[in-house]
């Protein structure tokens, strides 16, 4: 499966998701899903289960109950981390993770041969044509085409959020997992950081965790509220901002403190 489903409906479900540490239930009986190219942006205090969700997407934790059901009927409950990035499910975590020493191409480049070539393989073949053109338009599509040439190691830290998100896009999957990407960004970056995924979701589902709510307005047409492992509430911003359950448990505890959270 990759980027390039044109399929409707859900191209991820989770169906009554139990995920337990310890006695401590991180998700409880979770019913969660997103349609294809839906951008959805998820929400919630510490503690309600937003990372974990991603982690049972991803297959880095297993749920001890549930279904997670990806596309048309694959569960993937069970497959390993890679198995499922396979499938077509890619992640960005909220630190970025690039090759400091390489350059912004060399980095493109080291992720789109490792996807389509396997490890080995990447250590000893060279990109084609049509490899160039694409880390060309991933260049382009995340904004560092004047940068090509810089090591990864200089680049700000926004820049460097767009440049993981460049090698994630480059293995073409159909559903993209992003966690906090706008953290210790500016308000420039932040802005730019929006519209690179709103276009993305041209192409792929994308699933976005984020704190920021001015970012998250900027984005998102559907959010999710998570609370102690569950769906809270969901809907348009506008909708979500004025649930009083959200009011108290996440924007603050006052309608006073939900206002100026608002502004």
Avoid at 49 to 61: C, N
Avoid at 84 to 110: C, H, M
Avoid at 159 to 174: F, H, N, Y
Avoid at 212 to 239: I, N, S, Y
Wanted: aromatic share 6%; proline share 3%.
């Amino acid at each position: 499966m990759t980027g390039s489903m044109t399929e409707r409906g859900s191209i991820i479900y989770l169906e009554d998701v139990t995920v337990d540490f310890d006695g401590f239930k991180a998700l409880r009986n979770l019913n969660f899903f997103v349609d294809y190219h839906e951008l959805r942006v998820v929400i919630g205090p510490n503690g309600a289960g937003k990372t974990t969700l991603l982690d049972v997407i991803s297959g880095k934790v297993r749920p001890v109950s549930g279904r997670v059901i990806f596309g048309k009927d694959t569960d993937l409950i069970g497959l390993h981390e890679h198995e499922i990035a396979t499938l077509g499910i890619g992640r960005k975590f909220q630190t970025p993770s690039v090759y400091a020493n390489l350059t912004v191409w060399e980095n493109l480049d080291l992720s789109l041969r490792r996807a389509s070539k396997g490890v080995f393989a990447t250590l000893i073949s060279r990109s084609g044509p049509a490899e160039i053109e694409r880390i060309g338009a991933a260049l382009e599509t995340i904004g560092l085409t004047g940068k090509r040439d810089t090591r990864a190691g200089a680049l700000s830290h926004g820049e460097k959020q767009w440049l993981e998100i460049g090698m994630v896009i480059l293995q073409d999957p159909a559903l993209l997992l992003v966690d906090e990407p706008v953290a210790g960004m500016t308000d420039r970056e932040t802005e730019q950081t929006g519209q690179l995924l709103q276009s993305l979701a041209a192409k792929q589902s994308i699933v976005v965790i984020e704190h920021d709510m001015e970012f998250v307005r900027q984005l998102a047409r559907t959010v999710t509220v998570l609370h102690e492992g569950t769906v809270l509430c969901e809907g348009p911003v506008e909708k979500i901002q004025a649930d009083p359950h959200v009011v108290e448990i996440y924007l603050g505890r006052t309608k006073e403190a939900a206002d100026a959270a608002a502004r």
